[in-house]
């Protein structure tokens, strides 16, 4: 089992920035961490990977060249750093953990190939 908690979330003006936190704990092994966030209605999106191999990342086009994905493997926590936000990146914002290999796969984009999801963290974005 993989525990995921989130933080980091709350209320910021457009153009503002704003750094979440997932730290997890348990069975921390996994092949890949993501990002994705949920707006009221509509389905979940992914926005970014980073793999445990090499710390390759991939990020959605909504997020390319305003959020980025990190990690930090002694304390178990990736980080997604916002900048530039927008009103319509106002979301329930969720990580993940993958621990299934799926083979043929680059990056992992799709919510069902993460085993583990935290809890989520508000992020509100005003106009």
């Known amino acids: 089992q993989v525990q995921l908690v989130e933080s980091g979330g709350g209320l910021v003006q457009a153009g503002g920035s704003l750094r979440l936190s997932c730290a997890a704990s348990?069975?921390?092994?996994?092949?890949?961490r993501g990002w994705f966030r949920q707006a009221p209605g509509k389905e979940r999106e992914f926005l970014a990977t980073?793999?445990?191999?090499?710390?390759?990342?991939y990020y959605a086009d909504s997020v390319k060249g305003r959020f980025t994905i990190s990690r930090d493997n002694d304390k178990n926590t990736v980080y997604l750093q916002m900048n530039s936000l927008k009103p319509e990146d106002t979301a329930v914002y969720y990580c993940?953990?993958?621990?299934?290999?799926?083979?043929?796969?680059?990056?992992?984009?799709?919510?069902?190939?993460?085993?583990?999801w935290g809890q989520g963290t508000q992020v509100t974005v005003s106009s």
């Open positions: 348990g069975r921390t092994f996994s092949i890949t």
């Open positions: 980073i793999r445990r191999s090499d710390d390759n990342t």
């Open positions: 993940a953990a993958a621990t299934q290999l799926y083979g043929g796969v680059t990056y992992y984009t799709l919510s069902r190939q993460y085993d583990y």
